[in-house]
């Protein structure tokens, strides 16, 4: 090789002196030109090299001039000796090659080249070298590569935005207006917000795609407004999609004269945490009690309005010169401090009844004062008190009013010689007073809880079992009725006793059933003295009669002994047959009064009236109560009556009849009147006789009322007027 | 009417007002009767146990004290009785419903018609409707 190698770099040498001499101008555009040149021989050494190549390498020329490249820039032989080999070999050129190597220059800098490479001929046409033209496009390279980076960094940071990003280029009109933008470029949020998932918007039209965007009277103005102007804008703005709303903050700026950067950003998050916070805010602000903030020495920083006002503050600005303790009378500003404040920073919270005085009127407002600590919801650290506080003067002045009530009911219930009992629905006995606990022997704690009549009221004076549903008390709960009677109820000792009771419901708003009211009394008193009463006048009875009997037998005796006219006999004992059957009337009603129709049936039952029946009288009027004495003087004096009519007048003959008959008079008394008919002609007496001044004096005089006796021809009349002072008004 | 069955007949009438026991006595006898008179409890119970007689005729009260016991006595031996009260005769205690009763003051036919009917005599004794 170095046989051929001699002869060829020494006619390549010749061959370019004489070319040099021949083209000598040309060496000066050789070594000055831009682009690094040389010329290298069959065994790749430089034959020649320009300063621009040289300084490329980072060598002197004469460094190159007969060494190897493989010598020179061994970076770059590994790429190029192959190629350059295959120009020699072949005679094929070699056109924009590009190389990378290092260079003695800059080592550690990679430098790009786009070489030439040309094959030399001698006169033969046989190869004798290469000409080498490089030009250098390192910074060239170095900056496409940077693009790229750019570009590259610019992709993911887009991709990893949350926001939607796109980059929108303006169409215009012919007249140069905006009309329209396409899509260039979106990122993948923007895909998804725009509801285009992995569709291409680009080259897109806007406003086909989105036609909403035309009518939209502040969106498309403004990216018209921004890439005509510059003017960028930012704009919040709710979105409807699949059916609920969205927020959205639409950022825009410009990039250059046709083109708009968009930045989308879902706000709705935020949006809805404001709209809560405002929502809450109003809610405050409206509440119709005090809400307040502090900070935790008691400054007050927030008062609602509901709050200044019941406090006689006017300004927010007056709140924020207040604190907490302000609030309060003097007593109950010294426990915050104290007591109220150290619990709600220590325990979290603090709940009481305090009474703030307005701080305008110096009025004092019971209140329910709640308080709570509030942490920062990151450091947890105490940061704030909050204040609820109720205003309670209405339910303080019902609770006194009902305080009241009780203690009027119980006054009434405690002193009260009537025990009251209280049932609920199921019969348990809920309430006793204290007359209850004396009668029953049960303290309310004993009995509480119990079924009443299982305690007090279970069995009969015989020892029976007295089941609750046979028990009237519990009969008058089920027919929802008050319901009295007397019943004995069984004592804590195991004595019967007995009562009056009265067992009324307690009935709900609705009507509905809920409990008893028992009132019981205790009757054993009243029971002994009506029987003791019944037995005194059954005795004083029976001593009248026993007395009547003896006067009767003395008359009866004496006048056996001492022969009289045969109707004297009669005569007195009819009359104290008379006495003693209206005793019996009177008797039988305890000596209170008695019926006047019992009255009239009794004192004519000699006379022919028998089971209250008769055909000789006809007795007529309303039931009317008299007094014991207007009884015993009417019985007499109807007596009278009938003695002198069945010796003279209507019963004196087979079909003459009485008449009595009885109305209620305009002054609240009874007029009666006797009246014969059917009887023989009468005829005035000459001589009053006994009977009729019994009547007439008698009967007016123990009546106090005026008694009319007339002999009129066809039968006797009686008028007898009984004043009212002579009637009872009820049947006791 | 047959002849008057009340002559000799054997009468305890237990009474304790002397008045009405004369006069009673006196009457029964005019009608001729033999009569017997205890005014208390004791002495009636005697006669009532230990004599015979054909009726009897007993104040329900004697001075404070019920004459049910000669009552008891009487039924016992079969003598008819007849009750007199003061007490009315709505009130009367006891029980003895067959038994007629007599209000006093009474009238003295009264009485001797109703110890006629008691004796079987003038058709079956009616109780008095009062």
Known sequence: MSDQAEPSASKLKAGLKRLSKRLGTLDQVYDSAPIGLCVLDTDLRFVRINQRLADINGLPIDAHLGRLVREVVPGLATSSEALLRRVLETGQPVMGAEVSAETPAEPGRLRHWLENWQPLHDANGQIIGVNVAVLDVTAQKEAEAALRESEARFRASQELLPDGFCILRAVRAASGEVADFVWEFSNRAAFQLLNADSEDLEGKSVLERMPAHRDNPVLFPRYALCVQTGAGSSVEMPYEQHGEVRWYNNA????????????FRDITA?????????????????????????????????????????????SAEAVRRTRIPDYFAPGDALRIETEVVPAVLGQGRWTGELSFRNMKTGRLVPVIYDAFRIDDPASGAPANIAMLTRDISERKQSEDRLRDSERRLSAVL??????????????????????????????LPEIQGRVLHDV????????????????????????QNQVQGEENFVHKNGRFYAVAFTASPIRDSEGGIVGTVLEVRDIRQEKEDSLRLEMMIDELNHRVKNSLATVQSIVWQALRSHPVAS???????????????????????SWSSAPLGEVVLKSLEPFGITDSHSERFSIEGPEVHLRPNAA?????????????AAKYGALATEKGIVRVTWQPGLDGGVGLLWREEGGPPVEPPRRRGFGSKLIERGLAHELNGAVRLTYAPGGVACEIEVPPDNLRSCDR | MSADI???????????????????????????????????????????????FDAALLDVNLNGEWSYPVGDVLAARGIPFVFATGYGVDGLPGDYPDVPVMAKPFKDHELLDTLRALLGGSGAFERDPR
């Open chain 1, 456 to 479: 007090i009221h279970h069995s009969y004076p015989d020892g029976r079992p007295y089941p609750l549903h046979d028990c009237p008390i519990d009969r008058g709960l089920n027919d």
């Open chain 1, 567 to 589: 109707g004297v006999k009669e005569a007195i004992e009819s009359r104290v047959m008379a006495l003693s059957r209206s005793h019996d009337l009177l008797t039988r009603r």
């Open chain 2, 6 to 52: 009340l002559p000799g007949r054997r009468i305890l009438v237990v009474e304790d007002e002397m008045m009405v026991v004369m006069m009673i006595e006196q009457l029964l006898e005019e009608a001729g009767c033999t009569v017997t008179a205890a005014g208390r409890l004791e002495q009636a119970l005697v006669h009532a146990q230990a004599e015979r």
């Open chain 1, 270 to 314: 935020r949006k809805t945490a404001e709209h809560e916070r405002q929502r809450l805010a109003s809610i405050v602000e409206s509440a119709s009690d005090f809400i307040g903030v502090s900070d935790l020495a008691m400054n007050v920083i927030f008062v609602n309005s509901c709050g200044m006002k019941l406090l006689g503050m006017e």
């Open chain 1, 252 to 263: 825009i700026a410009r990039i250059d004269p046709d083109r708009i950067g968009v930045l």
């Open chain 1, 414 to 443: 405690n002193n009260t010689r009537m025990a009251v009992f209280m049932m609920n629905a199921d019969q348990h006995c809920v309430y006793m007073n204290a007359a209850a606990e004396a009668l029953s022997g049960y303290s």
């Open chain 1, 632 to 644: 015993l003087a009417l019985s007499l004096g109807l007596h009278e009556l009938a003695t002198n």
